[in-house]
């Protein structure tokens, strides 16, 4: 078995990827992952690397923004600016603008076999 202060420091090392971190203890992901799911201590150590992670991340995201890069910008504003209008919106509409017209068919347990063959029949214009 596996003891506790192997997991973590496999997590450690592995900067919170659990996959990594099993190779490096020699056990299969889901060991790390029930490790991490019934121990406060095992879970506040992942918590606490994936936390500086994402402090990493968003200090390159930061940078990025500061030297100009129009990528980071528009997505920081798609994000945390949505407050501000920055949303992007998409419309769905038919052909030409026009209104979607959906049909539904619904083919239930007690639908005989001749409905379900004809109501397959008819999405698939005859062809099967």
């Not at 379900?116 to 005859?126: A, D, F, H, Q």
Request: proline share 2%.
């Amino acid at each position: 078995m596996y003891s506790k202060a192997e997991i973590i420091n496999a997590l450690t090392e592995a900067e919170g990827y659990v996959a990594k971190a099993a190779s490096i203890v020699g056990c299969c992901p889901s060991t790390v992952y029930d490790w991490r799911d019934r121990d406060d201590d095992v879970r506040n150590v992942w918590k606490s690397i994936r936390e500086a992670r994402h402090d990493n991340v968003e200090m390159k995201l930061h940078n990025a923004i500061e030297l100009g890069n129009i990528t980071a910008i528009i997505f920081y504003l798609k994000t945390q600016c949505k407050d501000r209008g920055y949303i992007e919106r998409q419309e769905h509409t038919g052909k030409d603008g026009k209104d979607l017209n959906h049909t539904w068919e619904f083919i239930t347990p007690e639908s005989s076999e001749v409905e379900v063959e004809r109501s397959v029949s008819k999405r698939t214009n005859g062809h099967k």
